[in-house]
């Protein structure tokens, strides 16, 4: 069964500090990975998307993407309080349309 | 330009009623896909529409759920007859073009079955 893994969290980060938010995934076929942030009772929102391995920068996040480790991260620079959410990782595959989700890490950031 | 709406945001109703779930895409998004979360675990994909056509419904739990998009515009979410573990939320997201993962979500539909 194809899953991915990320820690429920919280993790409580510093205002201004980085926060780093990481996930991992079983199925080595996978193509595509992306982190969407959902405020609570809100939709989830696309934040960044990465397809090759190596880093991805748009603004103050990093995507991070090892294939060989089936791991992805999103790092967030200069955290703000408003950065505070639960973050969604999702990975696809090219066979289909299908998007396996992590169950989310709940970030704080502490002013 | 209007996002992904949804309707109703929340439904309580009785098991063994029925619920009609309705989401309206962005305008020009032919991928349409029905998700849903139940409490404390990860969205799970119920299925995904390209225009008015079935691309994949393998998510869907059972033949209690039924989805139809006529037309290819709105799509509609029907559960009947609805058990206790149907309850969560469910979202609508639609996509433009091949980037299937780059989804548009709608607020969600509540639903709680008593």
């Known amino acids: 069964q194809k899953e991915v893994e990320q820690n429920s969290g919280p993790l409580s980060v510093p205002e201004g500090a980085i926060a780093s938010l990481n996930c991992t995934y079983s199925?080595?076929?996978?193509?595509?990975f992306f982190w969407y942030r959902q405020y609570s009772g809100k939709s989830p929102e696309l934040i960044m998307s990465?397809?090759s391995n190596g880093d991805k920068e748009d603004g103050r996040f990093t995507a991070q993407l090892n294939k060989a480790s089936q791991y992805v991260s999103l790092l967030i620079r200069d955290s703000q309080p408003s950065d505070s959410a639960t973050y969604l990782c999702a990975v696809g595959t090219d066979s289909n349309y299908q998007l396996i989700w992590g169950a989310g890490t709940k970030l704080i950031i502490k002013p | 330009e209007a996002g992904v709406t949804q309707f109703p945001s929340h439904s309580v109703i009785e098991k063994g009623q029925t619920v009609t779930l309705r989401c309206d895409p962005i305008s020009g998004h032919d991928n349409l896909y029905w998700y849903r979360r139940v409490m404390g675990k990860e969205i799970k994909f119920l299925l995904h529409?390209?225009?008015?056509?079935?691309?994949?419904e393998s998510g869907m739990p059972n033949n209690r759920f039924l989805a139809e998009r006529t037309g290819g515009t709105y799509s509609t979410l029907k559960v009947q007859p609805a058990e206790l573990e149907d309850s969560g939320v469910y979202f609508c997201a639609s996509s433009q073009g091949l980037l299937g993962g780059e989804l548009f979500f709608g607020e969600g539909s509540r639903l709680t079955v008593l």
């Open positions: 990465i397809y």
């Open positions: 199925d080595r076929g996978s193509q595509s």
């Open positions: 529409f390209v225009k008015e056509s079935k691309q994949d």
